[in-house]
């Protein structure tokens, strides 16, 4: 190979016609396994041109904590894109924000107001719980109907009414038509928003009609509409004395810069402004909703597909927590399988398979490849919980890869393992979504076994890659487990 006398350009892809086509919605593969396989041609790290940007992609996890943590502070930067400008008024919120005063300033009101909440809290497990047990309630009434459940709405509403909480202090019965809208505008913009489309590449092809980018426009108004209401409300009975929630969190951040307005902090340049806080707010409310939800809908399908698994953390459950109470946050640390499940579902099916990109704020390197200031930087996690170096079989889902070799400690067999990111813009939302995911699971598998409903095939696998990786729509039949079906009648 060449030898390596100080910085070297990455290996590039042929220039600018080509990619505008590999990246097109047109790719029979999607980009995180379109760039797992170019590896083998161009190596781990390698550099295209997605426009007049360049954009290195990283595929390997020593390249990738380079990044993230090594040169966090140097990578920390976001690319401003046509999609992202219009879900974020031109990047006013944390996830698509470039890396600022502002930016710093509300990841901290965010923490602290998350922190209040946090695990420490029993307020947060409160409304975790009392959500798994309307959950359950649901389900159990329409399994006894029903053959063939269709759960993702159910477990979206319960997520959503756990940030709505936290971001609103409020939450939606069934059939309310606003949680029916949210579900309905949120997919629309999932659907179209940072998947690298033509015009985020181009942006110039904006001036011409475009269909997705209409449906984002139309789905970012009707969730604007919302926020504002909510916000609305909150500046109407707000009181420096009362923190109910994020939104409170925010106002008071506001009101106390505006009140110290002699020194030389203001609204617009720190980040205040109410564009500032609605987009903060609704960073969290997206990301709360979609993230841990489309969690939720791999681990069902995993679990479905592995009736084994499902047995091994159902017997857990019944000898360590038994039929007498539900699973609460302190059980976390005696259910060592069910963590591991947890785990190897964020594995195997990341949420974010290419992260957010991230941007170099100044000229740096990348192991032995320069790096311009402004270059494009896509961590590919897919190839990092892919990389057969690192994992056994990476496409067999096998919980226990993270347990030790008795099978009652958890391990992380591997440092390619990220499912949260790292660094300065690892996820600010991974200790929430971390209680939700163990106790919605541990609620739902104490109450019902899942399985295939009668004449419906398994699951797909193959998710549908967007600004988060969804799974397909499927149906599950949920069996009452014996213990429970008298307790149902006294809780429902
Ligand atoms: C960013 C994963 C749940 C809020 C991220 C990133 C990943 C991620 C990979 C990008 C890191 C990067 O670009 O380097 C996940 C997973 C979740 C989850 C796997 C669920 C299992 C949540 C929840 C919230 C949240 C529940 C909100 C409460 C955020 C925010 C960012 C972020 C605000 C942007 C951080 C920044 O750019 O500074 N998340 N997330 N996430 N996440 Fe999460
Ligand atoms: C999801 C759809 C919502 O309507 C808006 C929204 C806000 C924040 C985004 C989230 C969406 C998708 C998942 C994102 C999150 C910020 C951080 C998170 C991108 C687009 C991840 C996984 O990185």
Known sequence: ????????????????????????????????????????????????????????????????????????????GRPRTVTTDI??????????????????????????ALCMFGEGSASIERIICAEAQSLCCTV?????????????PELTRAVTNVVCSLC????????????EAMLHYSQGIVDTVAKDS?????????????????????????????LQKKYDEHKEDYSDHVQRDLLDALLRAKRSAENNNTADI???????????????????????VETTTTVLKWAVAYLIHHPDVQ???????????????????????????????????LRIRPVAPLLIPHVALSDTSIGVFRVKKGTRVIINLWSLHHDEKEWNSPELFDPDR????????????????????????????????????FLFLSWILQHFTLSVPPDHSLPSLEGKFGVVLQPTKYKVKATPRPGWQRAKSQTC
């Open 266 to 288: 203001d609204a617009e340049s720190v980040g205040l402004s109410d564009d500032h806080l609605l987009m903060t707010v609704g960073d969290i409310f997206g990301a709360g």
């Open 168 to 179: 609103f202090n409020s939450s939606y019965s069934r059939g309310d038509p606003e949680f």
């Open 87 to 112: 879900l974020t008024r031109d990047g006013k919120d944390i996830a698509f924000g470039d890396y600022s005063a502002a930016w710093r300033f509300h990841r901290k009101i965010v923490h602290g």
């Open 1 to 76: 190979g060449k030898s390596s006398h100080g910085p070297q350009e990455p290996p590039r892809l042929p220039a600018l016609p080509l990619i505008g086509s590999l990246l097109s919605l047109q790719s029979p593969c999607p980009p995180h396994v379109l760039f797992k396989e170019l590896q083998k041609k161009y190596g781990e790290t390698f550099l295209l041109m997605m426009g007049s940007h360049r954009v290195i992609i990283v595929n390997q996890h020593a390249h990738a904590k380079e990044v993230l943590l090594k040169k966090g502070k140097i990578f920390a």
């Open 198 to 226: 033509l015009v985020d590449i181009f942006p110039w092809l904006q001036v011409f009609p475009n269909a997705d980018l209409r449906l984002l426009k139309h789905c970012v108004a009707i969730r604007d509409q919302l």
């Open 311 to 345: 047995r091994r953390i159902q017997h857990e459950l019944d000898t360590k927590i038994g039929a007498d109470r539900p699973p609460r946050l302190s059980d976390r640390g005696s259910l060592p399988y069910l963590e591991a499940t947890i785990r190897e579902v």
């Open 140 to 152: 159990s009434e329409a399994a006894a109907v029903d053959l063939a459940l269709d759960l993702a």
């Open 402 to 437: 993270f347990l030790d070799s008795e099978g009652t400690g958890l391990t992380i067999p591997s440092s390619s393992y990220l499912p949260f990111g790292t660094g300065i813009r690892v996820c600010l939302g991974e200790a929430l979504a971390k209680m939700e995911l």
